[in-house]
């Protein structure tokens, strides 16, 4: 397909090549006799002998020597469009550059050629020779055709790391589009958004981000506008601009996703944030890990869901090997008043261990012991506590509070007695 594209191309530079051979006044005619000899090696290309039209393409060479400028441009611009026919772009480029060596060539030939060279050598990756073949072909041209270049200068610049360089032409490619009232073409975009990255512009990276979503709506510019705003500090609008991508469908991918809900969370919405990791997790987009889950427990903590959060740690628990986990849900449960829950809790984060702090999960038991009015337990719970430097303190005064609550029921039993017996 590629090679019957640049057929086309040929058959009309020959076609009219009489026409052409006026544009300057000392370009030799192209004359009949090579006209069909180059025709026929097209016809043979054309008919799928790709190697027969290069012998026939050969022998019009070795007739080089009584042939003018004109017709051994041709032959070599012949030679180029049938290896880049063949993807041999190598041999395509050596020979399209001899077409810009000859003499008195048709200005239009010079022109294409030297911009089609600046093309297939920025396809190579040569980034000097796209700029050097550009400079030849703008001294050709007229100041509104040169826009057409600026696209192809500002990528041979970036590749090259001329970052601050490059910024001049593609602006200046979008700017003449959007004074138009048009919409530039997305891969301008691109290249001006990874500019400004480079350059560490990130409030003009953020500017082009809002014309891609504008302009193209697609997910990945929403998201990486979110993060270009939470880079700026502008959370309001990084959440904003989750949200709405979230609600139009466009977060599906765990990353995505976690993203929003740690915007929700650190956002102070943290019941939006559970319902994102949960909704994740269960369709299976959030990976079900110790990490994720952890976070799932902080949200449903923050947001007082304490089933949710219970839940939620327990999962945790089971994946982690120490018992800190297992000594936030007791923890949970104690404040929750949920007594029982809170002794099972605090006595597995014990035989699990690696805590930060053992003697609090004493503690909890003999609070939660307390509220049940087990004060023998509680009592044995404090003392083990005080063991350990981190609760001593505080399981020294609820160890006297619980023996002052203990004498009290003691006393309160005993008038029960009493007044029972009289």
Excluded: C
Aim: glycine share 4%.
């Amino acid at each position: 397909m590629r090679y019957l594209l640049w057929v086309i191309v040929i058959l009309s530079v020959l076609a009219n090549a009489s026409a052409i051979a006026q544009e300057r006044k000392k370009t030799p005619a192209l004359r009949e006799q090579v006209y069909s000899q180059l025709a026929r090696a097209q016809q043979l290309a054309d008919e799928g002998d790709v190697q027969a039209g290069l012998q026939a393409l050969n022998n019009v060479e070795s007739k080089l020597s009584s042939m003018n400028s004109y017709e051994r441009a041709m032959l070599w611009n012949f030679y180029g469009y049938m290896y880049y026919g063949q993807d041999d772009i190598a041999k395509a480029i050596s020979y399209f550059d001899k077409v810009t060596k000859e003499e008195a060539i048709p200005e239009s030939l010079e022109q294409n050629t030297l911009f089609s060279l600046a093309q297939l050598a920025l396809g190579q990756g040569d980034y000097a020779k796209t700029l050097a073949y550009l400079d030849q072909w703008e001294q050709l041209v007229g100041a509104d055709q040169k826009q057409k270049a600026y696209v192809l200068k500002a990528q041979a610049l970036y590749q090259k790391g001329d970052y601050q360089q490059a910024l001049k032409p593609i602006s200046t490619a979008i700017n003449a589009v959007e004074a138009k009232q048009q919409v530039p073409e997305e891969n301008w975009l691109v290249l001006q958004r990874a500019v400004f990255f480079e350059l560490e512009q990130t409030d003009n990276v953020a500017k082009v981000l809002e014309k891609m979503v504008r302009y193209y709506n697609k997910p990945e510019y929403w998201v990486q506008l979110a993060g270009v705003y939470g880079q700026l500090g502008q959370e309001e609008k990084q959440l904003a601009m989750l949200e709405t991508a979230f609600q139009q469908g466009f977060l599906t991918k765990g990353q995505d996703l976690l993203n929003l809900a740690q915007t929700y969370f650190f956002s102070d919405v943290p019941f939006k944030a559970g319902q994102v990791l949960e909704q994740g997790l269960e369709t299976g987009a959030i990976e079900r890990s110790l990490r994720n889950l952890k976070l799932l427990a902080q949200a449903w903590v923050a947001a007082r869901e304490t089933d949710k959060a219970n839940a939620a740690l327990q999962a945790a628990a089971e994946l982690s090997d120490n018992g800190q986990l297992d000594a936030q849900r007791a923890t949970l449960m104690l404040n929750a008043e949920r007594n029982q829950e809170a002794i099972a809790a605090a006595e597995q984060a014990l035989r699990k261990g690696n805590l930060e702090q053992p003697g609090s999960m004493h503690l909890v038991i003999g609070m939660a012991e307390l509220n049940l009015e087990n004060f023998n337990a509680a009592l044995k719970a404090f003392a083990e506590a005080k063991k350990f430097d981190d609760s001593r303190q505080s399981a020294a005064q609820w160890e006297r509070y619980a023996q002052a609550e203990q004498k009290q029921q003691d006393s309160l039993n005993e008038l029960k007695a009493d007044i029972k017996k009289s």
